[in-house]
């Protein structure tokens, strides 16, 4: 099993664009829903390609990278890509 930590930090959307994740350096998480800002924040370890979160009200999730891509519970995510 490769261990190595992937590189997670960065701004994730869904592909409507609804859902965005902010997943920062700091360890901490803020994702926003529609018009909602800050809908959920948190924090979040990353071992190997596995994410592990917990809202500030205690609740948990999990994600995984796979090909590029977060799957997070329900959600699929995307890295947004930086305009030039």
């Known amino acids: ?4 930590k ?3 930090v960065g701004m994730w959307v ?4 609804h859902i965005r994740q902010e ?3 700091d360890g901490r998480y803020d994702e926003a829903r529609g018009d909602r800002r800050s809908a959920y924040t948190g924090r ?4 190997g390609a596995h994410l592990d979160y917990v809202d500030d009200t205690g609740f948990t999730a999990t994600g995984d990278i796979r090909d ?8 699929v995510l995307y890295r947004e890509k ?3």
């Open 1 to 4: 099993m490769d261990d190595r």
């Open 44 to 47: 979040y370890t990353v071992t």
């Open 14 to 17: 869904t592909a409507d664009g």
């Open 68 to 75: 590029g891509v977060l799957y997070h519970e329900h959600l």
């Open 23 to 25: 997943l920062r350096a």
């Open 6 to 8: 992937v590189d997670v």
């Open 82 to 84: 930086e305009q030039a």
